[in-house]
């Protein structure tokens, strides 16, 4: 009987066996002994033969005096007088077992014995850090007996490539064995904490063949150095084989800190420097040079050793101190800080205390300080060329944060068991996100979920619903992180912070296991509704949120249709997040051109699951709810943008619901949708197109009067060069207003959007005609400024003509041909409404961008013609006749430019600015009422085309004032000092 904490020996005894054939010997085994009991020996051997068994006995002795207990003889069950004599030859002790106060055996073998590997896996390990550790101490229940069984030799060797690994080299352990192996895991012992299990990963690859087994470590650095353990059962026991990696610092494992310094004597006559290297197995000796008028000392913390050298005396000469760390047999390492004497009339920094306290620094170096308690990195700040000091740069993470980073790193690339550090990684970050104060905080936290989602993805593990609400906490909490002071400059060091929380949310949001489904959860920035789809042809899927208007999605039967296969069940995840998409860059795909719009402040996520595997094709009909504006369905494309991720319209495209104003958006794949609102249209005005079309017709009109007045009076009123070259100009105008007035009134009545060839040439000719317009004005105001500047050097009508058809048609031809060589062929030519040039493009840009440049010009003109008529010298002037050209001229432009200035000026603001619908009417009437003013201010307004006209039709006098002021003009020049009349003669004969 085992009393209380007594110890149990139990005793391997092997006795020569002498008898006669046939006779059995009974084994009074314990019942755990093997995995068996009531084991029973037949003994079938020749007479007089000896035979070597093995038999168990189980001593109960105290401890005091079981050593004692060992020397007396032990007395054997008696035997028959028929058996043979047994002779005890050897005794060997195999299992010593102790009764706790819990009720619990302990059971520990000794030496040169193990429990079979049968047993161990039916009970507890006395204290294994991990599981398939060779069993040497099992917890046995009180009823429970059993002994440990001899270890035959071990079947197998593990080596090594090399046993000092330099960094970025490839580790190779093999496992050579001679007996058939199984449960064989691969382990990783540090220098502190548990073993860590290694899996495959982007650093670790596992390899098999008949006999041997490799582990490989691809790009090995000091973070994979340690005890190598290999884990293996072979002959029903559990084996481990060791192999010791050790891994050479680099360079860039040791920290200097500072590692530039600049300091003045007078303020900081002593100072301190640090050099810091993580443990490592290799015995570094570290030391600083020069070392004289300094103190070193060591300081260790959990992670790293730190040698601090302090200088109690500033040195009279810059200096720089060298870190040395040396190790036998390996390359000194050398990490230099150089110190900089400020010396008198250096521009400085003075000493501010912004964060942290900064001493004087010299203009044009960094100032480091280091992070404060329970945060790592570094904190600098530049003192600027003036003596200014500039921003801080605060790179500091809290170390709880910069920890979970770092494990899920290793998580991905090999080290740990994704199935229990993912959901543990979750629970903390969750935690964790009440510390989060700066953008290094942030983007540790994200880059943990990124790397998790990695795992996750690799690895094809499901989460639990604790591990998902974790996850979907933590997300809500970074939505509702300050965007000014957080998610501005965490994007600024890593534009795709943003793109990749939405991917890993996406990732890890569709791995819920099969048992928590269904799984509805909401909070205030994120709502989520999953459903588990039975393997038979499942029915269509609908899923509404609640959200303000409500969202709601739709995926047809026949997209699930191909999923069918086998038994596999259907995962169906919603997601919905509320302000992610002001979070994301303004980065726009193929088609939908610069960043005009606005988004709703929701982004839906669909995703589905069947048979481990995620589903991508497939279509879906989305309801965004009623929405003014014209929208664009769209998705996150994570590749976009050298990967920091775009809106794109690939593959959706918009409908209006069967029922009231609502949008639907329908896509053939799966990802995170959401809708673009043009930031820059108003909605459909009915008063506005009415206002477009009469304006157009009444432009139209206009033009066709002003085109029947100059075929009444062209030869009256072209009579010198410089009306000529006026009127000329003021035609090819009206001829290409008309036009393109008529082509963009019935581009309508054309099929619209980019694939349509007679809307491209619609928007093509006006593009070109009313640049040409623009670019006959400026004509004009050329010719004009050139009569006015330049008197004596007069250029030939035709010469003028011809400058003025190419400035008119060339120009303006070459800034279109170029625009739609350019914008064709990205889609961004063309708008999907109207056959005119695409407003959210750059497109527009080759149009306003020319016309402003006109308008300015124009305006400049007119202020040098303004100030040279105000000159006292204005009977250098044109004579009478050809001075009211120029006065015709001055009103056209005067009044021309401002009309078409202000009309297209108003067209540009209408795309800046979105809050009121007054600019787009103010626009629309002055645009499409053009014609009109040219046949007012520019023709009919025109003193000579009103005296043709009444001669034409009155057949009666000029009025007085205009006789009047040709004689008026005529008793100017006749009070000029002969220069007028010297310019005038040479005008008549250039004319």
């Not at 809290?398 to 770092?406: E, P, R, V």
């Not at 197109?689 to 304006?695: A, I, M, Y």
């Not at 008529?742 to 959007?753: D, I, K, N, R, S």
Request: hydrophobic letters at 40%; glycine letters at 8%; charged letters at 10%.
């Amino acid at each position: 009987m085992v009393c209380s904490a007594t110890p149990v020996l139990l005793l391997a005894m092997t006795l020569p066996l002498v008898g006669s054939p046939g006779t059995p010997v009974s084994q009074p085994g314990p019942s755990l002994a093997g995995g068996e009991s009531g084991q029973r020996l037949d003994l079938e051997s020749g007479a007089g033969e000896s035979v070597l068994a093995s038999i168990y006995v189980q001593l109960d002795v105290s401890s005091e005096i079981w050593l004692a207990a060992l020397s007396r003889p032990l007395t054997l069950p008696p035997t028959p007088a028929s058996s043979s004599p047994r002779t005890l030859t050897g005794l060997s002790l195999t299992t010593e077992c102790t009764t706790k106060p819990d009720g619990f055996t302990y059971c520990a073998c000794l030496p040169g014995y193990q429990w079979n590997a049968s047993v161990c896996s039916h009970h507890d390990s006395c204290h294994s850090p991990y599981n398939h550790q060779p069993c040497s101490c099992l917890v046995l229940s009180s009823p429970e007996a059993g002994y440990c069984q001899l270890l035959p030799p071990v079947p197998g060797t593990l080596n090594l490539n090399s046993w000092l690994q330099m960094p970025g080299d490839m580790l190779n352990l093999t496992l050579f064995t001679s007996q058939e192996t199984t449960n064989l895991s691969w382990f990783l012992q540090r220098r502190t904490g548990s073993p860590i299990l290694l899996q495959p990963g982007t650093q670790v690859s596992l390899t098999s063949s008949q006999g041997q087994t490799i582990l490989s470590i691809f790009n090995i650095s000091h973070k994979w150095e340690g005890e190598y353990v290999c884990c293996f059962e072979a002959q029903g026991f559990r084996w481990e084989l060791y192999q010791v990696v050790r891994v050479p610092l680099q360079a860039a494992d040791v920290t200097g800190l500072p590692d530039r310094l600049s300091l003045s004597c007078a303020t900081s006559p002593g100072f301190q420097l640090s050099c810091c290297i993580p443990l490592t197995l290799l015995g570094y000796e570290a030391s600083w040079s020069p070392g004289e008028g300094g103190e070193a000392s060591l300081s260790s913390q959990p992670s790293e050793q730190c040698l601090v050298l302090a200088i109690q005396h500033c040195p009279a000469a810059d200096t720089t101190y060298t870190c040395d760390l040396q190790s036998p047999g390996l390359t000194p390492l050398r990490v230099p800080i150089s110190v900089t004497i400020i010396q008198d009339g250096d521009v400085t920094c003075p000493e501010d205390s912004a964060v942290v306290a900064w001493n004087v620094t010299k203009a044009g170096y960094v100032a480091q300080a280091p992070c404060p308690v329970n945060r790592t990195g570094v904190v600098r700040r530049t003192c600027g060329p003036s003596g200014v000091w500039g921003p801080i740069h605060d790179s500091c993470t809290d170390t709880g944060l910069h920890a979970l980073l770092q494990r899920a790193q290793l998580l991905w690339a090999g080290q740990g068991c994704p199935a229990e550090e993912v959901s543990q990684s979750l629970a903390e970050l969750l935690e964790q996100t009440a510390v989060v104060s700066s953008p290094s905080d942030l983007l540790a936290l994200l880059g943990t979920m990124t790397y998790l989602a990695k795992v996750v993805a690799d690895t094809g593990i499901q989460l639990h619903r604790s591990a998902l609400e974790a996850l979907l906490k933590t997300t809500d909490k970074v939505l509702d992180m300050d965007s000014s002071s957080l998610w501005t400059a965490a994007q600024v060091q890593t534009p795709s912070a943003s793109s990749d929380l939405l991917l890993a949310v996406e990732t890890l949001a569709c791995r819920l296991h099969p048992q928590d489904h269904p799984f509805t959860f909401s909070l205030p920035n994120m709502q989520m509704q999953t459903q588990l789809l039975s393997p038979t042809l499942p029915a269509k899927w609908r899923v509404s949120f609640s959200t303000q208007p409500p969202l709601q999605a739709l995926i047809p039967r026949h997209s699930l249709a191909p999923l069918v296969t086998g038994n596999n069940n259907i995962t169906m995840t919603g997601l919905v997040l509320r302000k992610l998409d002001h979070l994301l860059p303004l980065n726009y795909g193929q088609g939908l051109g610069d960043s005009l719009y606005a988004t709703p402040g929701l982004v839906l996520s669909i995703s589905i699951m069947a048979g481990g595997q995620a589903f991508n094709q497939g279509e879906v009909i989305m309801d965004f709810g009623d929405r003014d504006s014209i929208l664009h369905c769209v998705f996150w494309d994570h590749h976009l943008f050298q990967g920091n991720g775009g809106w794109s319209e690939e593959g959706c495209r918009v409908q209006p619901a069967s029922a009231g104003s609502a949008t639907q958006c329908i896509c053939q794949h799966l990802t995170a949708f959401s809708i673009l609102m043009s930031r820059h249209t108003v909605p459909e005005n009915r008063t506005l197109d009415l206002l477009s079309q009469v304006g157009l017709g009444a432009s139209i009109l206009a033009l066709l009067m002003c085109l029947g007045v100059y075929r009444l009076v062209w030869r009256v009123v072209v009579r010198n060069k410089v009306a000529y070259l006026r009127h000329a100009a003021l035609l090819n105008m009206v001829l290409c207003l008309l036009v393109a007035d008529t082509c963009f009134l019935g581009a309508p009545l054309l099929p619209p959007g980019p694939t349509s060839p007679l809307c491209l040439a619609a928007a093509f000719l006006c593009h070109f005609l009313y640049l040409a317009a623009f670019f006959w004005m400026l004509a004009q105001a050329l010719m004009l400024a050139h009569q006015l500047i330049f008197v004596f050097h007069q250029l030939s009508k035709r010469r003028v003509l011809s400058l003025m058809v190419v400035l008119g048609y060339l120009c303006p031809m070459g800034f279109a041909g170029v625009a739609l060589g350019l914008y064709l062929p990205r889609g961004q030519y063309l708008g999907e409404r109207a056959c005119w040039l695409d407003e959210k493009g750059g497109v527009l840009y080759t149009f306003a961008g020319p016309v402003l440049v006109i308008v300015g010009l124009n305006g400049l003109v007119l202020a040098v013609t303004v100030l040279k008529l105000l000159r006292p010298s204005l009977s250098e002037g044109p004579q009478a006749e050809k001075r009211q050209d120029f006065l015709g001229v001055i009103k056209a432009l005067l009044v021309l430019t401002p009309i078409f200035g202000l009309t297209w000026g108003l067209g540009l603001g209408t795309l800046l600015e979105d809050d009121s619908a007054v600019p787009h009417y103010i626009f629309t009437i002055l645009n499409t009422s053009q014609g009109v003013f040219i046949l007012w201010f520019g023709c009919l307004m025109d003193k000579k085309v009103q005296q043709a006209l009444l001669r034409r039709f009155c057949r009666a006098q000029p009025p007085n004032s205009t006789i009047s002021l040709a004689t008026n003009e005529t008793h100017n020049l006749q009070h000029s000092k002969g220069r007028g009349e010297n310019a005038a003669s040479y005008e008549e004969r250039t004319a």
